[in-house]
């Protein structure tokens, strides 16, 4: 054991070594290498005799702003490449009468997808609450579903941030235990893990608990409580990042003031609302985004759906792209209300 | 008397704890739940293992349920070879490395000016960015893989690298907004006094805002490289089969083998050799080992370092 450790502690004061050669290489050599690259290029392109000019006639607020759009002009140049057509397009197709892709075959033979867009209007929405009441219900079951992971997660990872916060011994081991999700958290990995039965532990959802809680209570209500059972091993997994955040934030929390309030006669629980809570609200605001944009984009009825509906041969492109926008809708009716509930239970408590 | 008294008082002081600590009781339970939560998060891992060194009879057999009754290591090597491991490693490494350096490049700068600096619509370049951080990943997909393919960067890794360099590659949002939050609480006295004594902006940026965030790169390089790593349907459509990462060989992996270890052969080998769980649990272990490794090494910044990592904000 004690050589494990030993040789774990030469990697750890290795890699030290090589980090340390590392920033002192970046904050002497690189900075250097990159302003003298600069001058180089600026003094044979005439943009340092320019820039020279431009110095002495800009005001100090019209500099900033020059270089702040020059640092995210990266950004700019990305939307305009990569994000402004399809987010325009896919408008457009919502709101077309009919939307179809050809395979057009160009004069050296080269084949290019492209699109033919006609009529405009709301035809593609009435199509899906006229015509198609499955969707209707998937769009609705989707709004519930989301609506009640949301809140639960945040609960769920405040109570765990709160767990982790506490000074245990041995707390670094399960803080590191409990940030796992994180890393197997993306990609096809859950589905794939629940594919596979590794999600729900066995016993939760076994017939012996459901036959014990069936002799109670009547059947609808133990099939609810299975169902949240095993919703809450699904949301313990949905809860890393958030824990991670909320944790950094009582982190940050000042001591003081819990001594002081205690002095006061403050009790835990009156501890908790009127100082941990307000602190915390920013990242909640933060966390309910987070959450709400990666549930809705990681297999819900309604994605189903959309990825059927896609195919030309079924209803095409523009109907789902119409589908979307009411995924969007409703992960943006998410996040508003819950944004302001939180607000006024906030005020409530100031 | 008094001593049994003060004898009560210490042992219920132990049981119930003291104003602010919590006693033995309470500890018992915290610890409870702990132990209960991490075993939830270790259960799948654990069960991946402990699958993956058993035999097909230990499979069958369902009094065996974590310890296999002889440990099998023929999976793993099977498994290796179906996923043709070094080679898929080198891509998966490839596509995990350059793209998340690009990435974080990018959304440093990005975040930095958005942070640093006042300009005009600014607020409306804020707004676009949550925005698009909230449109559904389905809506995009079609119509950027027509964009990518009318820049010919489909096929190569070019389809990850650029939108990273501009700031739209896998969730990046995400990281621009932490750096961003993490730049703003740089203190605006230090960069101004920079100024004075003569700095130009990169200058303060690579010798002031970059040393002082250290762990915000590292946070979202564990990040970005884990979700570039297991990401499949984007890099299915984008690399078009010319760069095979572990977990796209993964996703593929009942059909490969099926091919490289045919079951045609009647006897009592074949049964052996027939696709089971634990050769599929080793190939997901190998394919999250080394995910796994690295989050061994980086966690101690990233848990730690949590409180300075400026996602709290201010």
């Known amino acids: ?350 | 008397m008094e001593n049994t008294f003060k004898k009560k008082k210490t042992f219920k002081k132990f049981l119930l704890g003291e104003r602010g600590e919590s006693g033995f009781v309470g500890k018992f339970f915290i610890y409870l739940l702990l132990i209960g939560i991490s075993f939830i998060f270790m259960y799948p891992i654990l069960k991946m293992i402990s699958k993956s060194f058993m035999g097909l009879e230990d499979l069958m057999d369902p009094t065996v349920i974590w310890i296999p009754t002889r440990f099998v290591f023929g999976n793993y090597q099977k498994a290796s070879e179906v996923l043709n491991f070094w080679k898929s490693l080198g891509d998966s490494l490839k596509v995990g490395i350059l793209p998340t350096l690009c990435a974080v490049i990018s959304s440093s700068l990005i975040g930095y000016g958005f942070a640093h600096f006042e300009f005009p619509g600014k607020k409306i370049w804020m707004a676009l960015l949550v925005g698009i951080f909230l449109l559904p990943t389905m809506l995009m997909s079609i119509p950027t893989y027509v964009i990518f393919q009318k820049f010919h960067m489909l096929g190569s890794l070019k389809a990850y690298i650029y939108p990273a360099l501009t700031g739209f590659g896998l969730r990046q949002s995400v990281f621009i907004l932490i750096f961003y939050q993490f730049f703003k609480v740089i203190p605006h006295e230090l960069s101004e006094s920079a100024e004075i004594d003569g700095a130009s902006e990169v200058g303060i940026f690579v010798r002031i805002a970059i040393p002082m965030s250290v762990p915000a790169f590292i946070i979202c390089i564990l990040y970005s490289f884990v979700w570039y790593w297991n990401e499949t349907v984007l890099a299915t459509t984008y690399f078009q089969g010319n760069i095979t990462t572990l977990q796209m060989a993964l996703s593929s992996f009942e059909h490969m083998y099926s091919q490289l270890f045919p079951s045609g052969s009647i006897g009592i080998g074949s049964a052996a050799e027939s696709f089971n769980q634990g050769v599929l649990f080793a190939g997901t272990m190998l394919t999250i080992l080394p995910l796994l490794l690295l989050y061994a090494f980086t966690q101690k910044w990233f848990v730690e370092s949590a409180d300075r990592s400026g996602i709290a904000g201010e």
């Open chain 1, 1 to 350: 054991m004690k050589k494990i450790k030993a040789f774990f502690q030469k990697i750890g004061d290795f890699l030290k070594k090589i980090w340390i050669i590392i920033s002192e290489f970046i904050r002497c050599k690189l900075a250097v290498w990159i302003g003298k690259g600069l001058k180089f290029i600026g003094k044979y392109t005439g943009i340092s005799w320019l820039a020279a000019k431009y110095r002495k006639n800009v005001s100090n607020k019209h500099k900033k702003a020059i270089a702040g759009y020059l640092f995210i002009g990266l950004w700019i140049i990305g939307f305009v490449l990569f994000a402004a057509r399809p987010v325009v397009q896919s408008i457009r197709m919502a709101t077309s009468d009919y939307a179809e892709t050809r395979v057009v075959v160009g004069e050296e033979g080269d084949s290019s997808v492209k699109f033919f867009i006609g009529g405009f209007g709301i035809s593609q929405f009435k199509q899906i609450f006229k015509d198609n009441p499955d969707d209707v219900e998937a769009i609705v079951s989707t709004l519930v579903d989301i609506a009640v992971v949301v809140p639960l997660v945040l609960i769920f990872s405040l109570l765990l941030a709160l767990l982790l916060h506490r000074k245990l011994k041995g707390i670094k081991i399960f803080r590191m235990i409990f940030f796992i999700p994180v890393i197997l958290l993306s990609g096809n990995l859950l589905g794939y893990f629940n594919s596979y039965d590794l999600l729900t532990v066995s016993t939760l959802q076994s017939s012996e608990l459901q036959g014990m809680l069936a002799f109670y209570l009547p059947e609808e209500v133990v099939d609810v409580i299975i169902n949240v059972f095993g919703k809450i091993i699904l949301i313990l997994w949905f809860s890393g990042v958030q824990t991670l955040v909320f944790l950094a934030g009582l982190q940050k929390d000042n001591n003081a003031i819990y001594e002081a309030a205690s002095i006061d006669g403050a009790n835990k629980w009156e501890m908790f609302w009127k100082i941990t809570f307000p602190t915390l609200m920013p990242l909640i605001n933060i966390n309910i985004i987070y959450t709400t944009v990666i549930y809705a984009n990681t297999g819900n009825e309604l994605t189903r759906i959309i990825s059927e509906r896609i195919a030309p041969a079924t209803y095409g492109r523009d109907y789902a792209s119409a589908l979307s926008w009411m995924l969007f809708g409703i992960e943006i009716v998410v996040i508003f209300v819950y944004v302001l509930i939180f607000k006024l239970a906030n005020r409530k408590y100031k």
